[in-house]
């Protein structure tokens, strides 16, 4: 549900708590995360806290777009941060054992993913999130009505989905494949606003068939270090008009020995 003031949360506490005691737990909860958030999005935490069922808990596999959720999950990869006019954003991607989706953080609640605050396997609770369909598929958005909490009291057992997805049925979301390299195209060069990408492609080839895979930038030269019957991983590849990427997000290695 969407909330937008002290006010409107201070009404669902006024039962349990007094005014003062509001403000004070809203100061603390501005201290305890080191002056990143302000004082309407502390007071998220502390109706959190106070009545942890308020915000109604969902997953990751039953995200919808255009509403607003609450979910545990666990980090898996932490990306750089970016500076645009509309100001700062990071790219995080989470999950739980139901699938994977890209966690955005704007702004004051960018801190939290700064100077090692989060790490792969870290539990978070996303309060408030705003989801909606992003670069990589299902994306939920912590801005200006939203928070996280990244070590929230009493976390349930997060585990993240680790399994391999056979490659023809990779058809939306973030997912991991392993496959064998059948070829590996010549890097090729494109002229964009932001400068030069570089994007090879690569035909793999597991025990569903065979598929093309788009490596760009940093893994468009990674690639360049294997060679055709290589067994490879490949994670965090996202699906984009039916095909197979590999971007800022994703990466590869050889895969694991059976």
Sequence with gaps: MPVHDKEQLYRHLQDVMSREDFEERIRAEVEAYGGLIDTATAALVVVDKTKPHFFSSTTVGDLKPDTDATLYVAVDYVGDTHVFDRGRVVNIVVGDATGRCVLVLWDANVGLAENSRMVPGQVLKVINGYVKNGYYGLEVNVGRWGVVDPAPPHPPRIEPSTSTVPLLRAARGIVDVEATVRE?????????????????????????????????NHLARDIQGYAPGDRLRFRRLYVKDGELHAGDISSLSPAPSC
């Design 184 to 216: 590996i195209a010549p890097t090729r060069v494109y002229l964009t606003d932001k400068g030069e990408s570089f994007a090879a492609v690569v035909r793999a080839a597991d025990s569903s068939g065979q598929r093309s895979i788009t490596l760009w």
